[in-house]
T-cell receptor
């Protein structure tokens, strides 16, 4: 189906483990984004990408790694998960800079 | 840098009441302005947008006008329904100049009672 998908939708992991959240879009949008959403903090940008092989830090990048070898995929890796990374993670894409963002359904991550 | 300020919630209304959610922004240049809505358990989705001063965005009975003189983009609806209960986010983005990073407000929760 066309659109933007995230997997897994729910994930429980333990402190210190590596976790990768997947994001896939079918529109060939240039821009892709990772946000985390926490009560009291709204949406916070973790990383973004303007094109394949071009990524840049957002507001809260520490503890996260991204890559974008293909236009349609933008995985987010937590190299060594911490409890403070328990959150809801949203991936989004936009065709052009400053344009409408299309959000995925989110991944709910619990780090024990 | 850019910033978006929106009224804190929750906003609680009875069905058929008039809704206003205030949003003001600080930005260089001429950003596009957006309202997104997030229903429980879902991602954000675009509600409406405006790309230049005095433009009015509208969708599903919601409206907002891009006011450059007051740097505002207030969301209004004449008669809310229970199904409008959600969190609403005001946002801005630059197609050229300014920051590459979109800026979101903190979100305003709307609760509509029957």
């Amino acid at each position: 189906d066309a659109g933007i998908t995230q997997s897994p939708r729910y994930k429980i992991t333990e402190t210190g483990r590596q976790v990768t959240l997947m994001c896939h879009q079918t529109w060939s949008h240039s821009y892709m984004f990772w946000y985390r959403q926490d009560l009291g903090h709204g949406l916070r940008l973790i990383y973004y990408s303007a094109a394949a092989d071009i990524t840049d830090k957002g507001e809260v990048p520490d503890g996260y790694v991204v890559s974008r070898s293909k236009t349609e995929n933008f995985p987010l890796t937590l190299e060594s998960a911490t409890r403070s990374q328990t959150s809801v993670y949203f991936c989004a894409s936009s065709e052009f800079r400053g344009e409408t963002q299309y959000f995925g359904p989110g991944t709910r991550l619990l780090v024990l | 840098g850019d910033s978006v300020t929106q009224m804190e919630g929750p906003v609680t209304l009875s069905e058929e009441a008039f809704l206003t959610i205030n949003c003001t922004y600080t930005a260089t240049g001429y950003p596009s302005l957006f309202w997104y809505v997030q229903y429980p358990g879902e991602g954000l989705q675009l509600l409406l947008k405006a790309t230049k001063a005095d433009d009015k965005g509208s969708n599903k009975g919601f409206e907002a006008t891009y006011r450059k003189e007051t740097t505002s983009f207030h969301l209004e609806k004449g008669s809310v329904q229970v199904s409008d209960s959600a969190v609403y986010f005001c946002a801005l983005g630059h197609a050229s100049g300014g920051s590459y990073i979109p800026t979101f407000g903190r979100g305003t929760s709307l609760i509509v009672h029957p």
